[in-house]
């Protein structure tokens, strides 16, 4: 690897360490705590809103990137204009709480402005069947942009989850695009700067945690993974299904624990601890644990199905179903979306 990418992600690393430091030490001093409640999975006051630290440091990285690629240069700009806004989305809702409609009209408009801004989406081929239909495409990127920017705050509820995944996200991407010939070196390079900056903020967020990254953070992040996955799938639509296929434990305890919420007449949009990382923690009693075997499927099991649904593209969608009906199984036999007490 390029010494400079190196030194790069080493300066973004240890500035976020810095900043996430100075954040504790200000939250601290003048009691901007996240205080525990019924729905909370801390028992003490924790300083939140340290997802300040890689917003900052990741987008001026991504800036500086974007000024010197040629690669969607209008795209890369609004990508990191929509996170950017978003963040401040986040950041008001950390102290303030939005209701849910205004997040909800927010991230719709963000994201539509950041959809109009792709030259061209890619079309999308599962099992020998294309669909190349422009209105389709843009109503699926839309939703899957939405789910993202909405599960990754869902799935932020334990010590080190969202942080942890974020590396392991980014720096699959970066394996799988390294690997592509159709891919550019700059999207390699992007992710590995990513995952770099990431383990400054999770020093602080493993459990047990000294701060949280509160909405500021989980809202950036599902946003600009699954926009940055857009990106990339635009130069090697081969890469769709195998980058949709890692984020697996994510999609699919948040969309299970939803659909079980839906079906049971629970009002979905409530604070709950229902999804099966919470329950696995207050059955384990450690949010460690969790985390570890979270990482552990995805490193073991998904990545594996995600390397042969891009070495097998005719079979990438099938590869995606056995890697996650156990999972599926696994998040129901836990009781994720069920009524609490």
């Given at each position: ?7 790069l ?7 976020v ?7 504790i030490?200000?939250a601290?001093?003048k009691?901007l705590l996240?205080?525990?409640?019924q ?15 890689f917003v900052?440091?990741?987008s001026f990285?991504?800036?500086c990137?974007?000024?010197?690629s ?10 990191l204009?929509c ?6 989305m986040g ?5 303030k709480?939005?209701s849910?409609?205004t ?6 408009l963000i994201?539509s402005?950041?959809l109009?801004q792709v ?8 099992g ?7 209105s389709?495409?843009?109503?699926g ?5 939405l ?8 799935m ?5 989850m969202?942080?942890?995944?974020a ?15 159709a891919?550019s070196?700059?999207f390699t390079?992007?992710a590995?700067?990513?995952g770099?900056v990431m383990?400054g903020?999770l020093w ?8 949280f990254?509160g909405?500021?953070?989980?809202a950036?992040?599902?946003?600009v ?15 769709l ?10 999609i699919v ?7 079980a ?5 629970q009002r979905?949009y409530h604070a ?8 696995l ?14 990482l552990?499927v995805n490193?073991?099991?998904?990545l594996?199905?995600?390397?042969l649904?891009l070495?097998?593209p005719?079979?990438?969608?099938l590869f ?10 696994i998040?129901v036999?836990?009781?994720?979306g069920?009524?609490?007490a």
């Amino acid at each position: 690897m390029n010494s400079l990418v190196v030194l790069l992600g080493l300066f973004g690393l240890m500035s976020v360490f810095v900043l996430t430091h100075w954040r504790i030490r200000i939250a601290l001093s003048k009691k901007l705590l996240d205080v525990p409640n019924q729905r909370s999975s801390h028992s003490i006051p924790t300083p939140s809103s340290g997802g300040m630290s890689f917003v900052f440091v990741l987008s001026f990285l991504w800036f500086c990137f974007a000024l010197v690629s040629s690669e969607a240069p209008l795209a890369w700009t609004a990508l990191l204009l929509c996170s950017g806004v978003l963040a401040m989305m986040g950041w008001f809702d950390d102290h303030k709480e939005l209701s849910a409609g205004t997040r909800f009209l927010i991230q719709i408009l963000i994201i539509s402005v950041f959809l109009a801004q792709v030259d061209a989406l890619p079309m999308l081929t599962l099992g020998g069947f294309t669909v190349d239909s422009e209105s389709v495409l843009f109503g699926g990127w839309f939703l899957y942009l939405l789910w993202s920017v909405n599960l990754y705050n869902f799935m932020d509820g334990i010590d080190g989850m969202a942080a942890s995944q974020a590396i392991y996200v980014f720096w699959s991407i970066a394996a799988f695009t390294g690997f592509s010939n159709a891919v550019s070196d700059s999207f390699t390079v992007a992710a590995v700067l990513a995952g770099m900056v990431m383990f400054g903020f999770l020093w602080f967020n493993w459990a047990p945690a000294k701060i949280f990254m509160g909405d500021i953070g989980s809202a950036y992040l599902g946003f600009v993974l699954a926009g940055f996955t857009l990106l990339v799938v635009s130069s090697d639509a081969e890469l769709l299904v195998p980058l949709i296929l890692i984020m697996g434990t994510f999609i699919v305890d948040a969309t299970v624990t939803l659909l079980a919420r839906l079906l049971s007449g629970q009002r979905f949009y409530h604070a709950h601890r229902s999804h099966a990382y919470q329950i696995l923690s207050e059955h384990w009693g450690s949010h460690g644990k969790v985390v570890v075997a979270y990482l552990v499927v995805n490193l073991f099991w998904l990545l594996p199905f995600a390397w042969l649904a891009l070495m097998i593209p005719n079979y990438s969608f099938l590869f995606l179903l056995v890697a996650w009906t156990p999972l599926v199984i696994i998040v129901v036999k836990t009781g994720a979306g069920k009524p609490q007490a």
